[in-house]
């Protein structure tokens, strides 16, 4: 008998309706409560769930201290008592209590907030909690604490709406083998998947849609925490400015600030009121 190869769409079959039982399943998307204050985007993308978020956590865990470890190294590591890592850690601290309605994991996290020295107008939250902003978002274009939390709450939403695990699955499902993709849907050693694709935590893109979704979901974050929502319009104006030539790092992938501003300003009355009600003693 000749010997011949297992014909491909075969092969995929099995994994494909895995896939769709999976996606299909009842109760894995995080919707929001039915009635609730404040921005409306749905809930968490079904793809998340075929990463499993704990080896996710804990590759993000790892890449984190590894940051610090190199910034420490290079004396840019900003110390407990610098004044804008008080800072980042007091509108922290406002911030992160609002985080358990949009993603109950959120609630185990061991959150933590850093200042690397760099020219770099970047910031970011990995998943789990780990917050890190480079000196050059806060020098460059001088933010006030609304604007920080503006910025803050944008990271740190793309965590609990958890983009990267998403992005992950969706990476694997488009660019890995049927082999390797059983490994994402649980069917292996989720470990190795989870190796492979977790050095893209630090450079990993997110679509116009996630970064979309953080800018609103954010945008209630820093209202709910006394923070004045508006400040999103000054943030982006600023960013415009200082996007002459090439834009910086963190808006690089972003949508475009007059796009962005204009979803703003639509939104700002759904979040006005919890600000508003923020401010009563």
Same mark, same amino acid.
């Given at each position: 008998?000749?010997?011949?190869?297992?014909?491909?769409?075969?092969? $995929?079959?099995?994994?494909?309706?895995?896939?769709?039982?999976?996606?299909?399943?009842?109760?894995?998307?995080?919707?929001?409560?039915?009635?609730?204050?404040?921005?409306?985007?749905?809930?968490?993308?079904?793809? %998340?769930?075929?990463?499993?978020? /704990?080896?996710?956590?804990? %590759?993000?865990?790892?890449?984190? =201290?590894?940051?610090?470890?190199?910034? #420490? =190294?290079?004396?840019?590591?900003?110390?407990?008592?610098?004044?804008?890592?008080?800072?980042?850690?007091?509108?922290?601290?406002? +911030?992160?209590?609002?985080?358990?309605?949009?993603?109950?994991?959120?609630?185990?996290?061991?959150? /933590?907030?850093?200042? !690397?020295?760099?020219?770099?107008?970047?910031?970011?939250?990995?998943?789990?909690?780990? !917050?890190?902003?480079?000196?050059? !978002?806060?020098?460059?274009?001088?933010?006030?604490?609304?604007?920080?939390?503006?910025?803050?709450?944008?990271?740190?939403?793309?965590?609990?709406?958890?983009?990267?695990?998403?992005?992950?699955?969706?990476? =694997?499902?488009?660019?890995?083998?049927?082999?390797?993709?059983?490994?994402?849907?649980?069917?292996?050693?989720?470990?190795?998947?989870?190796?492979?694709?977790?050095?893209?935590?630090?450079?990993?893109?997110?679509? $116009?849609?996630? /970064?979309?979704?953080?800018?609103?979901?954010?945008?209630?974050?820093?209202?709910?925490?006394?923070?004045?929502?508006? =400040?999103?319009?000054?943030?982006?104006?600023?960013? #415009?400015?200082?996007?002459?030539?090439?834009?910086?790092?963190?808006?690089?992938?972003?949508? %475009?600030?007059?796009?962005? +501003?204009?979803?703003?300003?639509?939104?700002?009355?759904?979040?006005?009121?919890?600000?508003?009600?923020?401010?009563?003693?």
């Amino acid at each position: 008998m000749t010997s011949h190869s297992a014909c491909p769409c075969c092969e $995929r079959r099995p994994l494909l309706q895995g896939m769709a039982a999976l996606l299909l399943s009842p109760g894995l998307v995080l919707a929001q409560g039915g009635n609730r204050e404040g921005v409306e985007v749905g809930g968490n993308s079904v793809f %998340s769930r075929l990463v499993p978020a /704990e080896a996710v956590e804990q %590759s993000a865990a790892q890449q984190y =201290a590894e940051m610090l470890k190199q910034a #420490a =190294a290079q004396n840019a590591l900003g110390g407990k008592s610098n004044p804008q890592v008080r800072r980042l850690r007091a509108i922290a601290q406002r +911030i992160i209590p609002h985080a358990m309605g949009w993603n109950p994991r959120a609630k185990n996290w061991r959150w /933590e907030v850093n200042l !690397i020295g760099s020219r770099q107008v970047n910031a970011f939250c990995m998943p789990g909690g780990k !917050i890190a902003f480079y000196s050059g !978002i806060l020098e460059q274009l001088k933010l006030t604490d609304d604007e920080v939390a503006t910025v803050m709450g944008h990271e740190v939403a793309h965590a609990l709406r958890e983009h990267a695990r998403a992005r992950m699955a969706k990476n =694997a499902a488009t660019g890995i083998s049927a082999n390797l993709l059983s490994n994402v849907l649980g069917l292996g050693q989720l470990g190795q998947t989870v190796t492979s694709y977790g050095a893209q935590l630090l450079t990993l893109q997110f679509s $116009r849609s996630d /970064e979309s979704d953080a800018d609103l979901v954010g945008m209630e974050l820093a209202a709910r925490a006394g923070f004045d929502p508006r =400040a999103g319009v000054t943030l982006w104006q600023k960013m #415009a400015a200082a996007s002459k030539g090439a834009p910086p790092q963190w808006l690089s992938t972003h949508p %475009s600030g007059k796009s962005r +501003i204009a979803d703003i300003q639509a939104n700002l009355p759904k979040v006005l009121p919890l600000y508003a009600r923020s401010q009563v003693k």
